[in-house]
């Protein structure tokens, strides 16, 4: 997928679940990983290599993967979920790396 | 730990250029691909380049190419930058990261704080 399609914005009551997708070209077939980055702070990987949470991520962040549409699924939602979430695939064709539109997301 | 510092950013005019720098600490440098993103502020993320653990393989954005290069000393534990004909759309904060593995197409895993480059005139 050269181009990853998010929503802008997305609105969650503390305790509800986030979903977050990241639409592309059959983005189903690459392998997707998620990052979530704060004000002012520096993006943090949450998920790689599709489902993979990498040491210190908690359970309550995955993610699934099929078709056009790749979901980053954030259960019992916290206030410190509250951030910018950007997607990321490799993609082959033209060697590059690429970045999704991004969605913030906010507790209500 | 893993930590990346940037540095060398800067206000320069268009057309000049900059060499932006990352010294990694806490992991093995030569094991691992380096890549630099930039960031608008309050934009998305854009990728920017890569280099493999040896400098092997490297890849940049279109954007880009031709204008930046991208290199490392894995001696010296150093990612570096240089950007020649700046423009005003190359005003960015500019992150280091780390990749999970040795050669391109992984996942980004530590990050640096960034470092602001502004191009004005």
């Known amino acids: 997928s050269s181009v990853l399609t998010q929503p802008p914005s997305v609105s969650v009551t503390p305790g509800e679940t986030a979903r977050i997708t990241c639409g592309g070209d059959?983005?189903?077939?690459?392998?997707v990983h998620w990052y979530q980055q704060k004000p002012g702070q520096a993006p943090l990987l949450v998920i790689h290599y599709g489902t993979d949470r990498p040491p210190g991520i908690p359970e309550r962040i995955s993610a699934s993967n099929s078709g056009n549409t790749a979901t980053l699924t954030i259960s019992r939602v916290e206030a410190a979920d509250e951030a910018d979430y950007f997607c990321q695939v490799w993609h082959s064709p033209s060697a590059h790396y690429v970045f999704g539109t991004g969605t913030k997301v906010t507790v209500l | 730990e893993v930590q990346l510092v940037e540095s060398g950013g800067a206000l320069e005019q268009p057309g000049r250029s900059l060499r932006l720098s990352c010294i990694a600490s806490?992991?093995?440098?030569?094991?691992?691909?380096m890549h630099w993103v930039r960031q608008v502020p309050g934009k998305g993320l854009e990728w920017v380049s890569s280099v493999d653990w040896n400098s092997g393989s490297s890849a940049y954005a279109d954007s880009v190419k031709g204008r930046f290069s991208i290199s490392r000393d894995n001696a010296k534990n150093s990612l570096f930058l240089q950007m020649n004909s700046l423009r005003s759309e190359d005003t960015a904060f500019y992150f280091c990261a780390k990749d999970s593995g040795s050669l391109l197409a992984t996942s980004l895993d530590s990050w640096g704080q960034g470092t602001l480059v502004t191009v004005s005139s």
């Open positions: 059959e983005i189903g077939s690459d392998s």
């Open positions: 806490g992991f093995t440098f030569a094991d691992f691909a």
